[in-house]
DNA sequence: TGACAAAACTAATCTAATTAGGTAAAATAT
DNA sequence: ATATTTTACCTAATTAGATTAGTTTTGTCA
């Protein structure tokens, strides 16, 4: 009977896999070992606590989520960049709602490694708006609000709380627009109040 | 040795109570009967199990913010309504972190009652929204909007997800102020897109 | 080959939700 | 006023899941 060899990131897949398809609210230790052929208490040797655990897989998603929105800024610039850049958040979260759940969830506690992990695609966003020229009070405004309205846009998408037929990416559109107008108000405002 | 008393609301007034100032993720049926002189099993006379009153705490929530919302567009109209409501909406959530953690957290099941608790608030943001004149679409388009930047900013402030020292109600209002101008550029067409 | 570290195991413990079944206070009916 | 019923509460037991302790196995490296 050999050994499987597992590791954190072969775990941290399968967890995603999991929580992809049966919700995070599913996940434990037994469902998860079961899937990758182990004694729940085996785990242990790659995490110490089934928080631990979670608190990696959340890490896990920003970073993916991070690889992908700045993959759809590659080559773009302004509006484009950010009409593509939101596109592919919104994307990303609605192929992965148990992960994107987990995301959300479980930064309460370490704000610390959170922040570090959604680092990058902060940077990528301010690379962005550097060619609006905004000041640098309204560049912090301008992503808090962009942030804000993706967070919201995608945690009502994910909760069915759109009740009625109006197509989901058309509402997003139409706010990414109206975020965009905003910005341009602001734009060459060296010294915005 | 005379019987407590208990009721839905009583208990929902603790736990609210309770998760306001511990955290959501703290709240043990233990902890909860403690601080209501009883032991845990009596909770079930009152709840069938700790998922449905996590559930009825969550409805008791909307209805709170719902109510407080509803207050604060009273007397006013077009934006000073919906600013006067949004800062109604931050306030109240400020107010109870662990309470809006729950509201957040547990509609993931039951749509229905939730969709019912929060009608109330969508039809007072409708009547607001109904001076200006806006198209049956962009109507829609408009509330998804305004209800995404709400849930996404609180969520962010909730979390500490906005690291530097820019003032929180700064950039709140700066967004209130992104979405009225992007509603005006839609009033009164009447035959929207 | 032999020794060590790591990865896996089984068995046991702990905590929290839940269930079963009993008792007594309160409410209701006679 | 008394009898009956309901129900809020109790204790004790069960279950599920995370975690810990201690053991065995396996791979690696001197």
Redesign the interface.
């Given at each position: 009977m050999s050994r499987i060899g597992l590791t954190k990131d072969i775990i941290l897949q399968s967890a995603m896999e999991i929580v992809d398809k049966i919700?995070a609210?599913n996940l434990t230790l037994k469902v998860l070992a079961d899937k990758l052929g182990v004694r729940s208490p085996s785990l242990y040797n790659h995490f110490n606590s089934l928080s631990d655990l979670l608190t990696a897989l959340m890490l896990y998603g920003w970073k993916q989520l991070e690889y992908r929105v700045m993959q759809a800024a590659i080559g773009k610039s302004k509006d484009d960049a950010i009409k593509s850049m939101c596109a592919a958040y919104l994307n990303f979260t609605l192929e992965h709602l148990g992960l994107f759940n987990i995301m959300?969830?479980y930064?309460?506690h370490i704000?610390q490694e959170?922040?570090a992990a959604?680092s990058g695609l902060i940077e990528t966003i301010r690379q962005v708006l550097s060619a609006y020229n905004l000041s640098e009070?309204?560049e912090?405004?301008?992503i808090?609000?962009f942030?804000?309205?993706?967070?919201?846009?995608v945690?009502?998408v994910q909760?069915?709380?759109?009740?009625?037929s109006?197509s989901i990416r058309?509402?997003f559109n139409?706010?990414v627009?109206?975020?965009l107008?905003?910005?341009k108000?602001n734009e060459n405002i060296k010294l915005g109040k």
């Open positions: 919700g609210e959300q969830s930064n309460q704000s959170t922040i959604t009070k309204y912090v405004h301008t808090r609000v942030r804000s309205f993706l967070q919201g846009y945690y009502l909760h069915d709380s759109f009740g009625n109006v058309d509402s139409v706010g627009g109206i975020l107008k905003g910005l108000e």
